[in-house]
T-cell receptor, first 115, second 112 residues
């Protein structure tokens, strides 16, 4: 039973480029969460999605960041025109639908480095 | 969600029990206590959670005081691989979409 999968594990981008981070939830999980961990800091919530819907994006920066979770395929966190301050570890978590236990299980993360 | 207070760091000898405390004096009746850990550079790992009864699984035991204002995570026989940052989080469960709010956690160092 595969856990949460994220790819790529490491991503290097130059300033101004776009970064796309992918997250495949655990089997049967339809809720996805993205968190960011800046160097030497704690994890901070960014966005919560269900299939085809953004439910809570209160932690997302107002510009350049977007997220989606299409009906088919992985959830995508997209960062446009990256800047050095976007360098961080981005973690995805997933949980079961409402009615089941909503314990969040995390993936291994994508480490983004902006040159 | 209620705030939690944890010691910044702790040491434990390999093979001994590690007891990690957490204070959550403002916890509400419908809030659970969750524990996660993050081993260096890895994603957070779920350990255990509970409401008011003590809980045990293959990883750890969770002891919650009767007034629910504090709890202790117990790793019965710590190994070097248990060296990690341990996070105590209080949140409403079975309410999908309720984000996890991570504090500073306790940095546990297991020493040979």
């Amino acid at each position: 039973n595969a856990g949460v999968m994220q790819n790529p594990r490491h991503l290097v981008r130059r300033r101004g480029q776009e970064a796309r981070l992918r997250c495949s939830p655990m089997k049967g999980h339809s809720h996805v969460y993205w968190y960011r961990q800046l160097p030497e800091e704690g994890l901070k919530f960014m966005v919560y999605l269900q299939k085809e819907n953004i439910i809570d994006e209160s932690g997302m920066p107002k510009e350049r960041f977007s997220a989606e979770f299409p009906k088919e395929g992985p959830s995508i966190l997209r960062i446009q025109q990256v800047v050095r301050g976007d360098s961080a570890a981005y973690f995805c978590a997933s949980s079961l639908p409402v009615g089941g236990t909503d314990t969040q299980y995390f993936g291994p993360g994508t480490r983004l480095t902006v040159l | 969600d209620a705030k939690t207070t944890q010691p910044t760091s702790m040491d434990c000898a390999e093979g001994r029990a590690a007891n990690l405390p957490c204070n959550h004096s403002t916890i509400s009746g419908n809030e659970y206590v969750y524990w996660y850990r993050q081993i260096h550079s890895q994603g957070p790992q779920y350990i255990i959670h509970g409401l008011k009864n003590n809980e045990t699984n293959e990883m750890a035991s969770l002891i919650i005081t009767e007034d629910r204002k504090s709890s202790t995570l117990i790793l019965p026989h710590a190994t070097l691989r248990d060296t990690a940052v341990y996070y105590c989080i209080v949140r409403v469960a079975n309410n999908a979409g309720n984000m996890l709010t991570f504090g500073g956690g306790t940095r546990l160092m297991v020493k040979p």
